[in-house]
């Protein structure tokens, strides 16, 4: 490769360079197109040194050309230049150190600007010796520059000066250093959510990315004054094979940072969904989307679990075994294998770890010393050693499988214990179902993390609801939680219910198989296995029924109920499904969900208790509770129960089954003085303080009321999540809207509540007409496509049809969906409206304008013209 860097720089022009700008730029245009080619088979670290000399010696040639070689100059390569590293939309850092402080000399400024006439980016500062200190001294950035210098040319003893001051003058102490750079670190981290799994992570900057691979280096070269990694070894703060795995990750993440930079063309650490399937097809993952980006990212996510393990480890070591105060440590003795150090779990010999099962006791240990909150980093390198010389699965073993059952068995097992064994591998090492989703991406908007990071983060959810504070947010799982007898099933479930993600098939099913053989080769008897076999089975179950069907038919309940069959396993999986969406999706949980899950539990709850061949819904019971609630909430603001009655007898039963007391009451005072005149009357509010707005119209009842609403509340950038569209005896509509801002959160704002007011004031008198959605698809969108499908869902009802509507979500879709059902003479009963991630899953529940279920001919005509008007 060095020949072909001589051919290049071989051709570089001699003469002033601002008359043959077009030579230079052609030049490095077959260069870029050359090293382009190389990239397939090269390797990566002699093709960054490779790009970095050629820019070394173009450089250096400029620099004679200007005549910058009779100035007292020195010309230095700083940061990813300065390591000999340069990809091809990075920077080129450049520090010019100057003798004194004397005007810039126009040459520099023609070499700069000749640089940038090239579409170089170029960074650079002018400063003297005591200048690059002074600086330093107050801005760490400057002085990690500092620590990874490089000479180009131009004066060498100003290099040399400048070597010297390092060397000698530093302004940072070793200590102070290393706490700088972990500051910057930890803020860096908490800007990706203090987490590697990022849908679009940073190649640079998140969590396990090349910075943290650079930070590791920084602090040690700073300490040990040295610009060679295989030095660190030489001096202990690492041994050969942790330099090797280490240089493995950089490779890496430098391949995929240099595919990336090639496919977009200019600088980008971000890698967007819309790069990834060419990033992967320039790795060599193939042309085939969604499989080939998975396979490219799981390999992503396999790369940063080993840096963010490294990066822990040596600096937990360089804090412990360098900067420690030996005088200060405290010592906890524990048995004959471990002893605890300042808090940290650590060994007391380095045979500890030849007795696999100690790769498990050791977490028990952890579970049973609450103030344990990590392990030590010299624990670490030995428990990392044992891990890379296992033959078979730790399961394999029935001692292990026995310490794995108390571990799971003890109050704190799934704390800070799971934490730890999903962070250092050891899960992956037990479970071999659990290595094969370690780094499993899905290629969707839904899922925020990594399959594994996922089950772990819903396990901690279930260990958080045995805490006294998740009585707070959480009181009914904490309850639940409490009580259960045999809670290491809710945790064996969560481990195994998205565990044969990946493999094919119904995941469903596949881990229901797994669970079924974990749970016998563990030996939990025939109660406990059926119990897990079914929360895995049907762990989406409540969350589908809650979120995509009408929980306020009788029907729907019963039929749920009868598939979960016993209060235990609605127990539990109530508590499964809540701590699931919360681990799927920052975004995903709120109130309202929250809401309709606790609504389904109690309802199936009430039916599940009841001592009954044919359990049923007392519905007459549930309107006449909400009746009398209603009342006595009227009656003691001072409304006449005469005229509370008389209204009352305009709504139908059914009105009063699907709203609670407090809504009836809120209504009902609003509309009990109400004239003709004042119509449309608009509420917008939370009244049972749910943490939802609700939207509530009454109005002469019309055909497509639904329709304008909706186009209204799309161009409020405000979303339906659910709406009841109900008609009173004598031809007035109210209807009742579940709303939430874009970010999850209700509608406070009294001006903005106004304006939403206003403009459904202004759409529903026909003063405005109907705004259409202008908006285009996000960016993060248009990577995906969901093929438009409508199932008719079967249904007792003769004056209403159900149908579920599965598309690709986009800006206005409610509202295009309503323009249609409008156009067809579709009424809209009630919606349910589901985002899981870039798909939309929508529940519809219409009738016909003579109030009658569609027929087959209506609705194959309504699938048909969805289908047209979204497809187009």
């Known amino acids: 490769m060095s020949n072909l860097a001589d051919d290049f720089n071989a051709n570089w022009p001699d003469g002033d360079p601002t008359g043959q700008l077009a030579i230079y730029r052609d030049i490095l245009g077959r260069y870029y197109r050359w090293s382009e080619a190389q990239f397939i088979t090269s390797d990566i670290g002699a093709l960054l040194r490779h790009r970095a000399n050629l820019f070394d010696n173009l450089l250096r040639h400029l620099w004679q050309q200007f005549a910058l070689d009779a100035f007292p100059l020195a010309l230095v390569a700083v940061g990813g230049y300065g390591r000999e590293t340069l990809h091809p939309g990075s920077d080129i850092d450049l520090l010019i150190v100057c003798e004194d402080h004397q005007p810039t000399m126009p040459a520099v400024g023609e070499l700069l600007t000749f640089l940038w006439d090239l579409h170089l980016d170029v960074g650079h500062s002018v400063r003297t010796v005591a200048d690059c200190i002074a600086q330093a001294a107050d801005d760490i950035t400057v002085a990690t520059n500092l620590v990874e210098v490089r000479f180009l040319t131009g004066q060498h003893n100003l290099f040399y000066l400048l070597q010297h001051a390092i060397q000698n003058d530093f302004p940072w102490s070793s200590r102070a250093f290393y706490q700088a750079k972990l500051a910057e670190q930890q ?21 396990g990315g090349l910075r943290d691979l650079q930070t590791i280096g920084w602090i040690a ?9 295989e030095s660190l070894v030489e001096y202990g703060y690492m041994t050969a094979e942790e330099l090797l795995e280490l240089h493995e990750c950089m490779d890496w993440l430098w391949r995929i940072r240099f595919a990336l930079h090639l496919e977009v063309g200019k600088r980008e650490d971000r890698l967007l969904f819309d790069f990834q399937p060419g990033v992967a097809m320039r790795l060599g993952y193939g042309n085939e989307g969604k499989r080939s980006v998975e396979l490219m990212m799981k390999d992503y996510f396999k790369v940063v679990l080993r840096v963010n393990e490294l990066n822990r480890m040596l600096l937990q070591f360089f804090e412990q075994a360098i900067l420690g105060d030996q005088d200060l440590q405290q010592f906890n003795d524990i048995d004959n294998d471990f002893i605890t150090i300042n808090g940290l779990l650590a060994a007391r010999h380095d045979d500890v770890f030849a007795d696999p099962r100690n790769l498990l006791r050791c977490f028990l240990v952890i579970a049973q010393q609450p103030q344990i909150q990590g392990i030590q980093s010299h624990t670490i390198r030995l428990l990392r050693n044992a891990r890379a010389g296992l033959n078979e699965p730790l399961s394999y073993d029935a001692d292990c499988r026995a310490l794995f059952c108390q571990l799971l068995a003890h109050p704190q097992g799934c704390g800070k214990a799971f934490e730890l064994m999903h962070q250092h591998s050891i899960l992956a090492n037990y479970l071999p179902q659990w290595q094969q989703i370690v780094g499993q991406m899905q290629f969707d908007l839904f899922h925020a993390y990594t399959v594994d990071e996922h089950t772990f983060r819903l396990v901690r959810n279930l260990y958080r609801f045995t805490e006294p504070q998740a009585t707070e947010d959480f009181a009914l799982c904490h309850q639940l939680v409490e009580k259960m007898q045999r ?7 969560g481990i195994f219910h998205d565990i044969a993600k990946g493999r094919g ?4 099913e596949l ?12 030996g939990y008897n025939e109660a406990e296995t059926e119990l897990v076999a079914f929360l895995v089975r049907h762990h989406l179950l409540l969350s589908v029924t809650a979120q995509k069907r009408d929980i306020h038919d009788p029907d729907v309940i019963k039929t749920f109920a009868s598939q979960v069959a016993s209060v235990e396993r609605l127990d539990y999986l109530y508590c499964l499904t809540v701590a699931d969406i919360r681990a799927t999706n920052q975004s995903l949980w709120n109130n309202w969900k929250a809401t309709l899950l606790e609504e389904l539990y109690r309802a199936t709850r009430e039916l599940l208790e009841q001592d009954s061949a044919e359990p049923a819904l007392d519905v007459r019971r549930r309107i006449a509770e909400n009746k009398a609630a209603a009342m006595a909430l009227l009656l003691s603001a001072g409304y ?3 005229a509370i009655l008389a209204l009352w007898g305009r709504f139908t039963v059914d009105y009063f089954f699907r709203h609670s007391a407090e809504q009836i009451a809120w209504h ?12 449309p009357l608009i509420l917008i509010g939370d009244e049972n303080n749910h943490g939802f707005t609700e939207l509530f119209i009454y109005h002469h009842e019309e055909s497509h009321l639904f329709a304008a609403v909706a186009a209204v509340l799309d161009s409020q950038r405000l979303s339906i999540h659910d709406a009841q569209i109900l008609a009173t005896r004598d031809g007035y509509v109210m209807d009742t809207f579940v709303l939430l801002q874009s970010n999850g959160k209700p509608l406070t704002s009294s001006s903005r509540i106004e304006e939403v007011k206003q403009q459904l004031l202004d759409v529903l008198h026909k003063r405005a007409p109907v705004p259409r959605n202008q908006r285009p698809l996000s960016r993060r969108m248009k990577n995906f496509t969901v093929n438009t499908r409508v199932n008719f869902l079967p249904s007792k009802h003769q004056k209403r049809t159900t149908f579920e509507l599965i598309t690709l979500d986009r800006p206005g879709l409610v509202a295009k969906l309503a323009a249609t059902m409008q156009q067809l003479n579709v009424t809209v009963l009630a919606a349910k409206i589901t985002t899981i991630g870039e798909q939309a899953e929508d529940l519809f529940i219409v009738s016909s304008t003579a109030g009658q279920a569609l027929t087959e001919q209506q609705q194959q005509q309504l699938k048909q013209s969805f289908i047209e008007s979204l497809e187009q």
Do not use: V, W
């Not at 809670?487 to 479930?493: E, K, N, V, Y």
């Open 187 to 207: 803020q860096r981290h908490l800007q990706y959510h203090g987490t590697s799994y990022n849908l679009e992570p940073s190649i640079k900057s998140s969590p």
């Open 221 to 229: 070269k700073q300490h040990f004054r040295t610009h060679t990694d």
């Open 487 to 493: 809670r290491h099933c809710l945790f064996i479930a």
């Open 505 to 508: 098939g119904d995941h469903s």
């Open 511 to 522: 881990g229901e198989m797994d669970a079924r053989n974990f749970c016998f080769l563990h």
């Open 640 to 642: 006449d129960e005469k």
């Open 668 to 679: 009902s005072q609003n509309i009990i003085d109400l004239s003709t005149e004042q119509l």
